[in-house]
């Protein structure tokens, strides 16, 4: 997980960068379509196995649509319109949006600590972010939250399928219900292929999408919804470190206060409660007598 979070950290800056060369939608397209693409082409090289049934089919393309079309144009547009660093932070507000339907869908219990924390650490992210500016992309940067939120809770029903190839077709759907969007509402795409841009686009693609998510779904699968999404808090404070580090996005004198807050609220989050420590095997020498045991 904290090679995930660096990796979409680093994302919010390489999409800073290739918007200088591409049009919005049309980049976020060529987003999920590289980073699709080269899934399938590594399925199809190991012979993985393809999802079976109209059923599986539909789920990927309604994932494909909320997490590779709605998710990655919100998540640009959010960018381009508001400061790196808030715009990294708004739409990683996943661990908030995420606790109710995890409790009413699988059924997974908060404890108080939990709750708390997740409300402190997103607190801390606001800190940061605030003095930079919301702009005209905090909104968009919410539903990108909103949609990836949506489509962590599609995945974990997608269980038992081969999650290289789920991930591959669900970003080429995506990638292609992105592109046609964008072709309705920025028109034939205007790209400047640098070596900047290809590199950037490489990047973003291949290690920021298709690794991570990889990565992130195939933890969906095992992992508290409430817990894993509590590493993405990790996401916005490299954004807003490597904005401050290359894009010379200085930030407020808040920001110490505010990446404290949000480590110290990761480690309330993941540190196990008592009730989840195993206990210690007794040796033989203390091993309770029948008196004791009755």
């Given at each position: 997980?904290l090679l995930?979070?660096?990796?979409?950290?680093?994302c919010?800056?390489?999409i800073?960068?290739?918007l200088?060369?591409?049009?919005?939608l049309?980049?976020a397209?060529?987003?999920?379509l590289?980073?699709?693409i080269a899934?399938?082409l590594?399925a199809a090289?190991?012979?993985?196995p393809?999802?079976?049934g109209?059923?599986?089919?539909?789920?990927?393309?309604?994932?494909?649509?909320v997490?590779g079309?709605?998710?990655?144009a919100?998540?640009f547009?959010?960018?381009?319109?508001?400061?790196?660093?808030?715009a990294?932070v708004?739409?990683n507000?996943?661990p908030?949006?995420i606790v109710?339907p995890?409790w009413w869908?699988?059924?997974?219990?908060?404890s108080?600590?939990?709750?708390?924390a997740?409300v402190?650490?997103?607190a801390?992210?606001?800190l940061?972010?605030?003095?930079g500016g919301?702009?005209?992309g905090?909104?968009m940067?919410?539903?990108a939250?909103?949609a990836?939120?949506a489509?962590t809770?599609?995945?974990r029903?997608l269980?038992?399928?081969d999650?290289?190839?789920?991930?591959?077709?669900?970003?080429?759907?995506?990638?292609v219900?992105g592109a046609?969007l964008?072709?309705?509402?920025?028109?034939?795409?205007v790209?400047?292929?640098?070596?900047?841009?290809?590199?950037?686009?490489?990047?973003?693609s291949?290690?920021g999408?298709?690794?991570?998510?990889?990565?992130w779904?195939?933890e969906?699968?095992?992992?508290?919804l409430?817990?894993?999404?509590?590493?993405?808090?990790?996401?916005?404070?490299?954004?807003i470190?490597l904005a401050a580090?290359?894009?010379?996005?200085?930030?407020?004198?808040?920001?110490?206060?505010?990446?404290?807050?949000?480590?110290?609220?990761?480690?309330a989050?993941l540190?196990?409660?008592?009730?989840?420590?195993?206990?210690?095997p007794?040796?033989h020498?203390?091993a309770p007598?029948?008196?004791?045991?009755?």
């Open positions: 997980m995930v979070t660096a990796a979409w950290g680093s919010f800056v390489a800073e960068w290739g200088r060369d591409a049009p919005v049309w980049f397209a060529l987003r999920g590289v980073a699709g899934l399938l590594l090289a190991q012979r993985r393809a999802p079976p109209l059923r599986a089919w539909g789920q990927i393309t309604l994932l494909g649509l997490n079309t709605i998710a990655f919100a998540m547009v959010g960018v381009a319109g508001a400061a790196t660093g808030t990294a708004l739409a507000a996943q908030l949006l109710l995890a869908l699988y059924g997974e219990a908060l108080r600590r939990t709750v708390i997740l402190v650490g997103f801390g992210l606001v940061v972010a605030v003095p919301g702009g005209d905090a909104l940067s919410l539903t939250a909103t990836i939120t489509g809770l599609l995945s029903r269980g038992g399928l999650v290289i190839v789920v991930t591959g077709w669900h970003f080429v759907i995506g990638g219900a046609v964008a072709a309705v509402v920025e028109g034939a795409p790209i400047a292929w640098t070596p900047r841009f290809v590199v950037v686009l490489a990047f973003l291949l290690v999408t298709a690794a991570a998510f990889v990565v779904f195939t969906v699968q095992r992992a508290r409430d817990l894993l999404s509590a590493w993405t808090f990790l996401t916005p404070v490299v954004g470190a580090l290359l894009l010379r996005e200085r930030p407020d004198g808040w920001t110490a206060v505010g990446l404290f807050t949000v480590l110290v609220a990761l480690g989050i540190r196990p409660s008592p009730s989840h420590v195993q206990p210690v007794l040796d020498t203390d007598s029948e008196v004791e045991k009755r």
